[in-house]
Nanobody, 121 residues
Framework: QVQLGESGGGLVQAGGSLRLSCASS?????MAWFRQAPGKEREFAAG????????DYADSVKGRFAISRDNAKNTVYLQMNSLKPEDTAVYYC?????????????????WGQGTQVTVSS
């Protein structure tokens, strides 16, 4: 059983930055950040392969968000810059113990509890 713990969410003004962290209790393969805004489906935001070499971003965050990982610490990060009110959502960390990087949420085996990000206009 892998446990994931997110931190770093909060309230920020539009144009500001936040850095999310997700600590895993064990080594994993691909890791990703998904987000869910009120009344909307959960959507992929960013993902990173086991090695950290391959990264993927949703078009809506490309150029503003950067995902990284420190395998020595079993931790993945999401640096979010130039935040917009439409980035407001609960952000979930997800980890796969078998799969390579994908945007498909069903391919991830473990999920964190989520951290709220609110961007005010």
């Amino acid at each position: 059983q892998v446990q994931l713990g997110e931190s770093g969410g909060g309230l920020v003004q539009a144009g500001g930055s936040l850095r999310l962290s997700c600590a895993s209790s064990a080594r994993t393969f691909a890791m990703a950040w998904f987000r869910q805004a009120p009344g909307k489906e959960r959507e992929f935001a960013a993902g990173i392969s086991r090695s950290g070499y391959n990264k993927d971003y949703a078009d809506s965050v490309k150029g503003r968000f950067a995902i990284s990982r420190d395998n020595a610490k079993n931790t993945v990060y999401l640096q979010m810059n130039s935040l917009k009110p439409e980035d407001t959502a609960v952000y979930y960390c997800a980890a796969s113990v078998t799969s390579s990087l994908t945007q498909v949420p069903e391919r991830y085996d473990y999920w964190g509890q989520g951290t709220q990000v609110t961007v005010s206009s």
